[in-house]
């Protein structure tokens, strides 16, 4: 189950390719949630196969989001490793009692007298016509949590390695999976390069790409990103290139929570310039926090204030034209770096 | 000195129960065989013409057919009245909305994203609304605003009556029991329709659902019924009971029908033994109807259905798609 | 029960009149909720009476917070107005789903087809020795929800009015209450001044409240502050003046959500800084998209960045001693301005 | 055909049901009454001791006090075995942590703040962790918790059992009902306890709790057992049949017991009818045991209790404080 099996893989192989492996390395790894049973494996075959090999480990429930993720917390506890897959991100708000009030608190409210070792595993994102209820970015309501850790998977992250770090980190790890990128292949960088940028990344578990278009020069705008927006971002930087001759760089982050700005700040340094890019809704999104951080360690540096690029402040409809409209894409993230010259404080 | 402390009689919630109860209906007789046939053929050619929809790629998104569950929604609903009761539905909404409103134009082009859809092409197929119709595609937690709406019908005293469909599966969410409990102490207008068709997605309910459905009803003081049947008229028969049993109590009732889905749980997704599957056919509720009818008679109204649903998907095809401008 | 009935009130006594009042206004205002009737009238007492007037229009519940909400969706939907006490605000993480999922989008998924008049009431804020459960400010939770509106409650608002304007609003409402609050006195501005302040109010239902102490000239910095802030802002802001003969701004908001900054921006327009106060833990709190907002609109305005005042990320603490240290103060208000001039991006 | 899927028989969750069931327990047999007696007069004492020191100013925060229920505390975790088993409780938890640790001294630090205290003052009242030991102030919350500490008991095959308290009013919360189900399922060593003291704060039971409490459990397939007294000996052989069920089939059970609290919700709060509350005097789980003792060996235990008390007391006075530099 090497992560080098297969030159392409499509994400969602590589994070159940990563899932046996934990399995493997860890007695104590057990996965719980809906549907998880071969030859299903999970409503986004995330789990295919595990429940096969490890039938013992592998609890498929009823639909009880509300306490799942309090078994959980219950579970790492008294020394498992349990992994939780909520079907649909949208359901994290089920369990957000049990995150709020009890994964996140008892490590601290008990004075390190326990660890809680869990991950919740969960998709996020539209763009699959699935309505208001089954195409949220919702790891908004995580990264407010104090004392857990909100980790994004993107199409150019090392998944295996992610996912591995998430299960052998000793705080609750929320996952985030997007919903597109399952389909999508991995695609990581060879040589420092990857689609003809030239590409940096950071080290430790949660690492950061920093993607430039000419090799770390002078750039235009950085684009923050993380999720389903990567791709999007690297498409606009792109097209910045070829059609306005402009150099953007594209921070993609793994980490939301703790937030590690680093490497976005090192960019700005080069940039003088940063647009957030997220498909949650855009009132205390994640794009808020990074900007909040960002203006002040970076005041000095800023040319224009940070933008934030998101989806409106509303429903995610189903119609596929509503839902293309309502969700932010890469000529939002154009119209945002060229108009960086344009009056500050315009758009929200 | 019994240590019991004051019993339901001495207290009572004065917030709920002082409200005027229902009082006037009339029992809903049988209708015809061949009526009930043809609202089931039109709920099953309905959602077969989605399915049919999605594999030409016409569709997109989801979509959770009951096909071979459509006597529920049609046994259960014909004993209530559009005007002053209400049904609250949950993913697997069609049956239950054609069923209420009739309106095949308005749920296909929900479906199909055209801004005449019910609810403008910004629901979709699980995000239903109509005149004291709604639905929502996370599993359990309609049953709250359920019980809402039937405190609200209380209030209003004018004898309506809510009803939620929710899935076997749909007994795992906690606010189930939250809300039997509250409707049982306020003695609320509700009926809960459990559709168990053995299966949530791909969990078969032995996996899901320990104990006893009607038991659980009962343990929260709520009057519970729970029958085997495909056949219409047993579930109008059972649902009539429970009606009766809400409009001259006002207190809850909980129905729960045993059932089989003979498609997939949305579209393709089906992990049943196809022997199974087939196994089932049999209890098809339109071949339970069709048994009974004239040949000649059932043609006559599926071939009505097949005109109007065609008419239907023309219409449709020709309304508005959201989002884009003309 | 009129509002000028005695010169000086407790807060909750006000709520307390202004729920009576609503109840008297409107036959379809409902109270639910646990422990609300009388004697008792709810933990903190601001629903004391109305069960008395109107049995059969409070509902004391069960301890049941996942349904309640949704519970009030469904009577409101249908032509009710009810409101809903949830006894501490920390029990809101038990209603998210019913707030995500349910609340803020049926109206507008039901294509304006409907409306949700309900109100949900709850008490937030530390300082009382309750623990990590039952000290939380988690509006934060709430402002990122869209479509619906987040109001905070503060003793120098009118709170006859402020929750009069929550029961008549057509939209669903999260009126957040102060803890510490309840038991202070209101105090109002009288002839547009207060506690040697000047005020100005702005209008509408949700106002927002400017306090200068040098009658609006110019100033070293705006304070933005809610809730149980306000007075600790307030009294920063005397401090200064006094210690330090510094003159701060204070703009005292309701409306958390939808966000108008406009006062804001005009007070920065005069001080060209920006601290914001909040109880709630740093990360993604209200001051984060208020921070990003105002380097956003106020770019060329600031002199400095916008610096954010708020909680530790992390629990709050039991011991009275350990709660204090975390909770936000007025010495961190005072040192946040006071250090204004030294280096940008030093703390978060 | 029968259209009944297929039974638990047929299908199990593989996730849980292999695991190894727990196997080695010796029944505990009722220890002297005097034992008891010592132990609930310690548990009184001491949370008298709290509300003075409240009342006196020297405490601050809240804190609930089981004043009246001792005997369930007692009763219930004489059967426990603090090395493999473990207790989760609720905001009123005293008592529970005095009978599982003995350790009055890191209580009594914590609720007054001390570094000392189990939580290190970070916890306070509701938020307490020793070994095997855990509380938090959440209603319902802890069930969940509670249903994935026995899984990882039965997981590691010591045969352990995992019990968590819960009062009357907390039947409110949906999270009850989603782990019976699944506790039942996947037949998990949960001893739920529910202390039924007839109020859930100032709300009266009736007003909360509709139904019956042992057919809650017993609709999920939970073996449930109600009883009503205050008596320590009753308790201990009411708990020790539901141990004995855990250890010998691995399944839950659920252990009603109906009480009643001396003592206000918290502090100050009382609605009750004072005359309610003399009546209840006399069943005094203190009052019982005493009842039953030589006078002299009486005072012999609570002088002695009385001592270690004061002693816990002006140890934790001069603990350092948390938070405050030395
Ligand atoms: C809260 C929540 N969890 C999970 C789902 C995903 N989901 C949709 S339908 C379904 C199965 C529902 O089973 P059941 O209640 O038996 O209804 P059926 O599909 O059989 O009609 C699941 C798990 C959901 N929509 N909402
Ligand atoms: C989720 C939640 N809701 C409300 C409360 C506030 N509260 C604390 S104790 C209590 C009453 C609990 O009643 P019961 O379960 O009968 O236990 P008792 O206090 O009688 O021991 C309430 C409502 C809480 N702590 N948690
Ligand atoms: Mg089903
Ligand atoms: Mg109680």
Redesign the pocket.
């Known amino acids: 189950m090497g992560t080098e099996a297969a030159p392409v893989r499509r994400c969602v192989e590589v994070i159940n390719a990563a899932l046996h492996d934990a399995f493997e390395r860890h007695e104590g790894v057990h996965l719980i949630g809906?549907?998880l049973l071969d030859p299903y494996g999970g409503?986004f075959q995330a789990s295919k196969g595990l429940s096969t090999r490890w039938p013992d480990r592998v609890i498929t429930t009823p639909?009880s989001?509300a306490s799942l993720v309090g078994i959980a917390a219950g579970m790492a506890i008294r020394g498992l490793r349990p992994i939780v897959e909520i079907?649909?991100g949208?359901?994290i708000a089920?369990s957000l009692d049990q995150v709020v009030n009890g994964v996140s608190k008892f490590r601290e409210m008990y004075d390190d007298q326990v660890t809680v070792p869990l991950v919740v595993r969960t998709p996020m994102g539209g763009r699959r016509g699935y309505g208001p209820?089954?195409s949220q970015s919702l790891e908004k309501m995580l990264v407010g949590v104090p004392n857990i850790r909100v980790v994004a998977t993107s199409e150019i992250h090392d998944l295996h390695a992610l996912v591995s770090a998430c299960v052998d980190d000793d705080e609750p790890v929320f996952l985030i999976e997007n919903k597109v990128m399952y389909g999508r292949p991995m695609r990581r960088p060879a040589g420092g390069r990857l689609d003809g940028f030239a590409v940096r990344e950071t080290a430790g578990p949660y690492p950061a790409l920093t993607l430039s278009g000419n090799d770390f020069g002078p750039a235009e705008a950085t684009i923050v990103a993380y999720g389903g927006m990567v791709p999007l971002a690297m498409e606009a930087a792109t097209r910045l290139i070829v059609e306005e001759e402009l150099f953007c760089e594209v921070v993609a982050l793994s980490s939301l929570l703790p937030m590690d700005l680093e490497p976005v700040l090192e960019s700005v340094r080069r940039s003088g310039a940063l647009i957030t890019a997220e498909e949650g809704t855009l009132t205390l999104g994640v794009g808020a926090e990074i900007a909040a951080r960002v203006q002040e360690a970076a005041f000095g540096e800023l040319r224009a204030p940070v933008r934030r690029v998101a989806a409106g402040d509303g429903i995610i409809p189903s119609a596929p034209g509503l839902e293309t409209d309502h969700l932010p894409g890469v000529d939002d993230l154009i119209g945002a770096v060229t108009t960086l010259a344009g009056a500050p404080g315009a758009v929200w | 000195m019994s240590l019991r402390g004051p019993g339901p009689a001495a207290i009572r919630p004065p917030g709920v129960v002082g409200y005027i109860p229902p009082v006037t209906w009339t029992p809903r007789p049988l209708p015809p065989v061949a009526d009930l046939h043809r609202r089931m053929y039109g709920i099953r050619r309905f959602e077969e013409t989605l399915l049919e929809m999605f594999s030409k790629g016409l569709l997109v998104g989801t979509t959770?057919t009951?096909i071979g569950?459509e006597a529920d929604a049609v046994g259960v609903i014909d004993h209530l009245d559009p005007a002053r009761d209400l049904v609250v539905s949950?993913?697997?909404c069609h049956g239950h909305f054609l069923a209420f409103t009739g309106d095949r134009l308005g749920l296909l082009a929900e479906v199909m994203g055209r801004t005449a859809g019910v609810s403008g092409g910004r629901g979709g197929s699980q995000h239903l609304c109509a005149p004291n119709f709604y639905t929502n595609?996370?599993?359990?937690?309609i049953v709250p605003l359920t019980t809402g709406m039937a405190l609200a019908q209380k209030r209003e005293g004018a004898g309506g009556i809510a009803t939620v469909f929710?899935?076997?599966?749909?007994?795992g969410?906690g606010v189930v029991y939250e809300c039997l409990n509250m409707a049982s102490l306020w003695e609320l207008p509700l009926l809960i329709v459990v559709?168990?068709?053995l299966?949530?997605?791909t969990?078969p309910r032995a996996l899901a659902v320990a104990g006893s459905v009607p038991a659980r009803a009962e343990a929260f003081g709520v009057a519970a019924e729970l029958i085997t049947t495909t056949d219409v008229r047993q579930i109008h028969a059972a649902a009539g009971r429970g009606v009766e049993h809400i409009r001259a109590t006002g207190a809850p009732y909980l129905l729960g029908i045993e059932t089989y889905?003979l498609a997939a749980?949305s579209k393709g997704d089906d992990t049943r033994d196809p022997a199974e599957i087939e196994g089932r056919r049999e209890q098809d509720p339109l071949a339970v109807t069709a048994s009974l009818l004239d040949p000649d008679e059932r043609t006559r109204i599926e071939s009505a259905c097949e005109e109007d649903l065609a008419r239907t998907v023309e219409l449709a095809h020709a309304a508005p798609v959201a989002g884009v401008a003309a």
């Open positions: 809906e549907d409503a639909i989001e079907m649909f949208d359901f089920l209820t089954h | 959770h009951c569950q949950n993913h697997r595609g996370i599993q359990g937690s929710i899935g076997d599966g749909t007994l969410q559709e168990d068709n299966y949530a997605q969990t889905r749980h």
